[in-house]
């Protein structure tokens, strides 16, 4: 499993923007569909919401092949 470490400056990031952010889609429409077809989870949750907000420590999981981990940047 390819793992991955994406760092955010604000509170929160969307789902579907944290998809395209770090490059797992390359649309928002991608992003929706992946979220739809039931390949993503948080925290091994499975996701249904498209705009779910994801915070640092979370942990994204798409289709058993890749993990995100969201950390705070550091400023």
Do not use: C, W, Y
Not at 55 to 61: E, F, I, R
């Amino acid at each position: 499993m390819e793992k991955a470490e994406v760092a955010i400056t604000t509170e929160f990031i969307t789902m579907d923007k944290l998809l395209k952010f770090s490059g797992v889609a390359s649309t928002g429409g991608q992003a929706f569909m992946l979220i739809e077809e039931g390949l993503v989870r948080l925290n091994g949750v499975p996701v249904q919401e498209k705009r779910k907000k994801v915070h640092p420590g979370d942990v994204v999981t798409i289709d058993q092949q890749v993990e995100l981990t969201v950390v705070a940047e550091a400023e």
